[in-house]
């Protein structure tokens, strides 16, 4: 019997965005999958159902991924249908599973099992900030979340920009959303007046922000950032 297959099933990464996040593959593929690894049950379904999912919700399983039972999965539970010869999707909180996203361990256990993966396109707040701001999208490198220690961070952000300009490479960063102001702030410090920073925020959302300025520009602006996603972008 051939074994099933992983589908890295991308999640929209706003409220209302389901039409700018699906495409008709993702209605055929989940609609002949019964079985998924998900962060989030009560997300997962909400979004299945805007995906256009016409098997019964009652008879999907769903194995938790959530990041307090994380260490306690069970692989061979999680795969057993794939050897059996059915599909399972793997669903992330909200964008692409494994980027920035701990699926990134399931696709790697999945490697090891000789199991078949397949990524379907679909939003990436990353690729998105990158592709609207400007910079260059043929070097660029994802840092995640610079240091909470202020000295530290202070120094990571002049590093960054110091690479940037010596290499040409697009530095993008996040932080935790209620921190987001504390960040930017710290950015508009430490940085050369004269160095572009981009502010990707609410990404697909009707609300979505998206510019690009110098940081002598941004110094004169006044944007809240509080509780948002962003996605922050340098370059030297």
Request: proline share 5%; charged share 25%; net charge neutral.
């Amino acid at each position: 019997m051939a074994k099933g297959k992983l589908y890295l099933i991308p999640v929209p990464l706003a409220e209302g965005a389901e039409k700018a996040s699906y495409t008709f593959m993702h209605t055929s593929i989940i609609n002949n999958i019964h079985e998924y690894i998900v962060e989030n049950s009560k997300t997962a379904r909400k979004f299945l159902k805007a995906a256009g999912l016409s098997i019964p919700q009652s008879d999907l399983i769903l194995h938790d991924y959530g990041k307090h039972v994380r260490e306690q999965i069970d692989f061979g539970t999680v795969f057993a249908s794939i050897f059996q010869g059915k599909d399972v999707g793997l669903m992330s909180e909200a964008g692409c599973p494994g980027v920035a996203d701990p699926g990134a361990e399931v696709v790697m256990e999945a490697h090891r099992r000789n199991i078949c993966v397949v990524p379907l396109v679909g939003p990436s707040s990353i690729l998105l900030a990158l592709m609207a701001s400007g910079f260059n999208g043929q070097k660029f490198t994802f840092h995640g979340y610079l240091p909470i220690d202020k000295k530290e961070r202070a120094k990571k952000i002049k590093d960054l920009e110091i690479q940037s300009e010596r290499e040409h490479i697009t530095q993008i960063f996040i932080e935790t959303p209620f921190r987001n102001n504390q960040l930017l702030a710290e950015v508009l410090r430490v940085a050369k007046p004269s160095s572009m920073l981009c502010i990707a925020a609410n990404l697909t959302a009707e609300d979505e922000i998206v510019k690009t300025r110098t940081i002598a520009e941004w110094k004169r602006q006044n944007i809240d950032l509080h509780k948002i996603p962003a996605i922050f972008l340098l370059f030297s």
